[in-house]
């Protein structure tokens, strides 16, 4: 079974500093493992995927995320935060069980930037 | 093009009364997903549907819940006898195939009093 590990419900940073967003997987698998943001009153908007193809990921608003195998890890950075990235974000592992690919999320990280 | 659509955006219902969550997908995706997300918690999967058939529902958490999509296209999750743990985000999202990637709709807000 798969499953994800978000550290830290909340994060904060300044504006113009490095954000990491950290997300562990569990697979006995090759996963497929997303990032997805959401934004006050909105759906959840993805942010980038890996599929086993390259293992740095870029993604979109200049995020890009680093599949590690050897620490089953699928962090989330951004060299330099903007107030505008102020959102809760999850990271997903696509589930082989059952189903037929639905996504298990993990419990989000609220991201926080102070001006 | 529009995206995945959900009505109503917000929903307060009294508690035993049933209710009925709706998902427009985005056009021509074959695949919907059901999911709900309690608050401080990442969305957990319900139910999904390829074209009209319900390949997995799994994730419901009792005969209260069910959901169709007749035509393919829209569908409905239905909750009878909502309960105070029913309150939640529910959450649909639409794909062109099992395979690809997950578009999610804004949700519906269910509060039961």
């Known amino acids: 079974a798969q499953s994800v590990t978000q550290l830290g419900s909340h994060v904060s940073v300044s504006e113009g500093a490095l954000v990491l967003l950290r997300c562990n997987y569990s697979?006995?698998?090759?996963?497929?493992l997303f990032w997805y943001v959401q934004y006050p009153n909105q759906g959840l908007q993805l942010l980038l995927k890996y599929t086993s193809a390259a293992t740095l990921v870029k993604g979109i608003n200049g995020f890009e995320a680093e599949f590690k195998k050897s620490e089953t890890s699928f962090h989330l950075t951004k060299p330099s935060a903007h107030m505008s990235d102020a959102a809760e974000y999850f990271c997903a592992v696509k589930n082989y069980g059952g189903s037929q690919g639905n996504l298990i999320f993990g419990k989000g990280t609220k991201l926080s930037v102070k001006p | 093009g529009a995206g995945v659509s959900q009505s109503p955006r917000y929903k307060v219902t009294k508690r035993g009364q049933d209710v009925a969550l709706r998902c427009d997908p985005i056009?021509?995706?074959?695949?919907l997903y059901w999911y709900r997300q309690a608050l401080g918690q990442g969305p957990e999967f319900l139910t999904y549907f390829n074209y009209e058939a319900q390949q997995d529902k799994s994730g419901l958490p009792n005969d209260r819940f069910s959901a169709e999509r007749p035509e393919g296209s829209i569908s409905t999750l239905t909750i009878q006898r909502t309960e105070q743990r029913d309150s939640a985000m529910y959450r649909c999202?639409?794909?062109?195939?099992?395979?690809?990637?997950?578009?999610f709709g804004p949700g519906t807000r269910l509060t039961v009093t």
């Open positions: 056009s021509g995706h074959v695949s």
């Open positions: 697979s006995s698998v090759p996963p497929y």
């Open positions: 999202a639409s794909s062109p195939g099992q395979g690809n990637e997950q578009y």
